[in-house]
């Protein structure tokens, strides 16, 4: 069982994992809802892109992404390391956010 203050250190990540998300969701496989960051031997740092139902739909950086989503993301988790096999946050599209009580 995580202590409270690696409970902390995952929501943090989480939290900056989901704002790079966010910001560059139109790097992000089409039906995106979830990232999950591993870090790779060689401090290589991989998202894995999952849909609703929890399948693997992709992975960033890759060819198509941009320079600017893979920057945040190495500047982000540079000097980062965890002990969990991933940090995982939840993403929803910004064009389609809808505010509380709107269909």
Do not use: W
């Not at 989901?18 to 560059?24: D, L, R």
């Not at 999950?36 to 929890?54: M, Q």
């Not at 500047?75 to 009580?101: K, L, M, Q, W």
């Amino acid at each position: 069982m995580p202590t409270p203050e690696q409970q902390r250190e995952y929501t943090r990540l989480s939290g900056l994992l989901m704002a790079i998300g966010q910001t560059h969701y139109r790097d992000l496989p089409k039906g995106t809802v979830s990232l999950s960051l591993t870090l790779i031997t060689g401090s290589k740092r991989i998202v894995e892109c999952h849909d609703a139902a929890g399948k693997l739909i992709g992975t960033v950086p890759n060819d198509t992404t941009s320079p600017d989503f893979v920057s945040d993301l190495e500047h982000a988790f540079a000097e980062e390391t965890f002990s969990d096999d991933s940090i995982i946050a939840i993403v929803s599209n910004p064009t389609n956010a809808r505010g509380v009580g709107q269909p």
